[in-house]
């Protein structure tokens, strides 16, 4: 192991977030068409869970379809829509061996519903799982996200259950999708935007961003270690000033 790998293993991030950019332009990159970008990313994904597993990091969240990705062309949202189904199929028994717990965050009613079924059982079949906490967020907005938590809040409130005077910070927390995972401390995005995209509004609040301008498919583990190593370099304050924490 490097300098740089017991440095950062020192304070590894609880929770990652990626946001996995630029599959489409890896492949027109390399004259593929850019259904081969996402076929090439799913073996990004299997790397970086195994690395992320290994590492003993407890939540890995990835943005794998977002509510605005339905505008697509046809054939690229089919493509996309197969994928689930290819992963599972693949790389259910790797997961198990590693001790991985699915999750799946979205709107999954809007999804085709064998597309649920895949996922409910993939769920279902780790749940007893203890290790990394895989959330895949697959038909997920931001803003969708922060609606449907009001409109679960508003219907507690109409049911009598819940006074508006009473809804904190914490009671909207547990009306997220992640409400079982806790906020990522490291957001990292890949393929050179410097932007959300509507991913985890409400979560990334004092997350750690890292933008790189490597695409997706070429994200392995010297990408991610230095990701990981920029986060354990860092300070976070949560709007404090050092001392107030402590350090
Ligand atoms: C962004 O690249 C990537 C996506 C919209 C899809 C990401 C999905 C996967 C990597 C696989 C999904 C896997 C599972 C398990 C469901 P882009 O197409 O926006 O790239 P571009 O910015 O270069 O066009």
Redesign the pocket.
């Known amino acids: 192991m490097g300098e740089r790998d017991a440095l950062h293993l020192k304070n590894l991030p609880r929770h990652v977030a990626i946001i996995?950019?630029?599959?489409?332009?890896?492949a027109?990159g390399k004259g593929l068409p850019?259904t081969m970008?996402?076929k090439k990313?799913?073996d990004?994904?299997r790397e970086i869970v195994t690395i992320s597993s290994n590492y003993g990091i407890k939540g890995l969240t990835?943005?794998?379809?977002?509510t605005e990705?339905w505008r697509?062309p046809r054939e690229?949202v089919d493509f996309?829509m197969s994928?689930?189904r290819i992963?599972?199929k693949k790389e259910l028994p790797q997961l198990m061996r590693n001790n991985v717990k699915l999750y799946f965050s979205g709107r999954l009613h809007g999804l085709p519903p064998e597309i649920q079924d895949i996922l409910r059982e993939a769920a279902s079949a780790t749940e007893n799982n203890k290790g990394l906490f895989l959330n895949?967020a697959?038909n997920y907005g931001g803003r969708a996200e922060i609606t449907d938590a009001a409109a679960k809040i508003a219907q507690l409130v109409r049911e009598e259950k819940l006074e508006p005077g009473d809804i904190t910070e914490d009671i909207v927390a547990a009306h997220m999708y992640t409400a079982n995972l806790g906020d990522p401390d490291l957001l990292i995005r890949t393929?050179g935007?410097a932007r959300l995209s509507n991913f985890l509004l409400w979560q990334a609040a004092y997350a750690e961003l890292y933008f790189t301008p490597v695409?997706?498919p070429d994200f392995g583990k010297e990408e991610y270690d230095r990701a990981l190593f920029a986060y354990s370099s860092r300070e976070r304050r949560f709007g404090q000033l050092s001392r107030e924490l402590g350090d």
């Open positions: 996995m950019d630029g599959n489409g332009r890896w027109q850019r970008g996402h990313g799913m990004s994904i990835l943005y794998a379809f977002s990705n697509r690229e996309l994928l689930p992963y599972l895949i697959i393929g935007e695409l997706w």
